[in-house]
């Protein structure tokens, strides 16, 4: 079986990037590029993953209007990327915008939603003037995600056996937030351990810091993968 861990290049240039995923293949993880890691060195760096046999998670989190949205997943497509996401919150009409977009294309990425960022607590998203908790946010989100046609969500570990109830069995839940239990939490506030995510329900379990800051990664991935064999 692949491993379900996605490791997150949270890098802030190519070299440090490549060390990590030069020690790396694809029967061993696959790879999430980031915000930093694409503003840093563009489509070229994704293409080059790719072309290393990675299936590689394109995650830009796209939010703007429909037409913008679906204009920049088909570019994203066209990278040869194996998931993409877009935040649920930009609404239904986005949503099914890229995903028809993508339905046109010869190579479909998997594409799925944010619900709720995993950095976010309750009076977080109440600032924001979202009422309720992140847990029931969370839930509507992932709902108007599968009803909108998407693959799957990104949550919390903390909120996956509460959408796996709601959710058909095939949704891909794709869970940040996780720490093995001697590990920082960093800025994640909605976290579990890689295990507990794993028998939550999640189907995938981001991991950076954890790994990346690690001061053998490589150790650092083949004890978090150890440990979900246990
Ligand atoms: O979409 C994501 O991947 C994501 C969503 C979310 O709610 N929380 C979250 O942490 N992420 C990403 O998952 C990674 C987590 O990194 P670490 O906190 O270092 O394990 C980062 O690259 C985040 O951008």
Known sequence: MTSPVIVALDFPNQAQA?????????????????????????????????GRGFDVFLDLKFHDIPNTVAAACDAAADLGVWMMNVHASGGRKMMEAARERLAGKSHQPKLIAV????????????????SGTPGENVLRLAALAESS?????VCSPLEAAAIREQASKDFLLVTPGVRPATASLDDQKRVMTP???????????????????AEDPLQALRDITASLKE
Not at 18 to 29: I, P, T
Not at 149 to 153: C, K, M, S, Y
């Open 18 to 50: 490549l060390a990590l995923v030069d020690q790396l293949d694809a029967s061993l993880c696959r790879l999430k590029v980031g915000k930093e890691l694409f503003t840093r060195l563009g489509p070229d760096f994704v293409e080059k993953l790719v």
């Open 115 to 130: 619900t709720i960022l995993t950095s976010l607590g309750e009076s977080d998203i109440q600032e924001i003037g979202f």
């Open 149 to 153: 046609g998407l693959d799957g969500v």
């Open 195 to 213: 295990a507990d995510a794993m028998a939550a329900g999640s189907n995938y379990l981001v991991i950076g810091r954890p790994v990346t800051a």
